[in-house]
């Protein structure tokens, strides 16, 4: 760096006294401005210097490095992409590196005899300078840095661009989920005000509401499991009907019209009154001597099924049936007596009165 040495003469105050004309004193004015401006010039360039030196010399003690053939390498370029040795080449670690990991490969013939392939030999973990032997290729697999090593310097971060126009959301109505249709967005059936859910209706008043008053949207189909499905549907007239599965555990068996095969598990002692909401077909063991049956629950079209087993012992058990029942031949049947016996009465509800048949003395 060169350095330029400047004489600065300043002007006695004698001299001043004697100017009598204004060539003098631009004289004395323009002497005094150049001496200003060559002290600011100075300690500018100073302060630029003290910055710069300063900066290159703490991040130089912070760079890390390794050393290759006697020539600092910056550490961190190196663990970015793997480099290779050849046989003579010098490696060692450098400033703010703790070790570097080696691979070690053997230079021999390739099969058949053409050419060379490599053949892994070791790992080495390099500190100090080591050279790579003859017949010998390193490749530099990482490098250890040590924790108060510097990155590499980036430049200062440029302004983020302008944010794009914001695109069409697909579907402006509130509540109603999104789907696409292949090339956009837009609403589905679905609605979902956060209480309820409605397929095909905005307004839904339960869980899950199906469909739309007077259409078929509130159909509900269910696939079989070799062919055919199964298919929900309110009658066309006008109304509510509702399906209420019964309390008990069993089965819910559909044949066409009527529902059937409803078994209440329960086996019912010395019962009178059947509630048919507790399952179509229901077993009873009856009391010793007589008892009236109550009926009660029956849907129209029903088909009921009553098990009656006698007592285990003592006294047989008899009935008196409802005013409703309706026997072939206008008597009822008389039961088996026989301690332990089994007879079968079954009922078509007809939604007055309850055709019976029976089956005796199993």
């Not at 053939?69 to 490696?91: E, H, K, R």
């Not at 570097?100 to 005899?113: E, H, M, R």
């Not at 392939?117 to 973990?125: A, D, G, H, R, Y």
Request: some cysteine; proline content about 4%.
């Amino acid at each position: 760096m060169k350095l330029y040495y400047y004489s600065i003469y300043f002007i006695p105050k004698r001299n001043l006294v004697k100017c009598r004309n204004s060539s003098c004193y631009r004289t004395i004015y323009w002497t005094i401005t150049d001496t200003v401006s060559v002290l600011l010039k100075i300690v500018f360039i100073t302060i630029v210097l003290s910055v710069a030196i300063f900066i290159n010399g703490s991040y130089a003690q912070t760079t890390p490095a390794i050393i290759i053939d006697g020539v600092s390498a910056m550490a961190n370029n190196i663990s970015a992409s793997p480099y290779w040795l050849t046989t003579g080449q010098t490696i060692a670690a450098g400033n703010k590196v703790n070790s570097i990991s080696v691979l070690k490969y053997i230079i021999v013939p390739a099969a058949g005899g053409v050419g060379s392939t490599l053949q892994f030999k070791s790992t080495v973990s390099v500190t100090t300078q080591q050279t790579v032997p003859a017949d010998e290729t390193w490749k530099i697999e990482s490098v250890a840095l040590d924790l108060t090593a510097s990155p590499i310097i980036q430049g200062i971060q440029g302004p983020s661009g302008a944010t794009g126009a914001t695109g069409p959301v697909g579907c402006t109505s509130a509540n109603y989920v999104i789907k696409s249709n292949g090339t956009n967005a837009e609403c589905s059936q679905i609605f979902d005000n956060g209480t309820y859910v409605g397929i095909g209706t905005n307004n839904p008043g339960v869980l899950l509401d199906l469909g739309v008053a007077g259409s078929k949207a509130g159909v509900v189909r269910f696939a079989g499991s070799s062919s055919g499905n199964a298919t929900i549907q309110t009658a066309a007239a006008a109304g509510t009907a509702s399906l209420t599965l019964p309390a008990t555990t069993g089965n819910l068996l559909g044949t066409g019209a009527a529902t059937s095969g409803q078994y209440a598990s329960t086996k019912y002692t010395t019962t009178t009154t059947l509630n048919w909401a507790n399952g179509n077909v229901q077993y009873i063991q009856l009391a010793n001597g007589a008892q009236t049956f109550t009926f009660a629950n029956p849907l129209d079209g029903g088909r009921y099924v009553l098990i009656l087993k006698q007592p285990s012992s003592g006294a047989a058990g008899t009935l008196t049936w409802p005013g409703t029942v309706m026997w072939s031949g206008v008597t009822a049947p008389t039961l088996t007596t026989t301690n332990n016996k089994v007879d079968i009465i079954t009922f078509v509800y007809d939604g007055t009165n309850y055709y019976a048949g029976n089956t005796l003395n199993y």
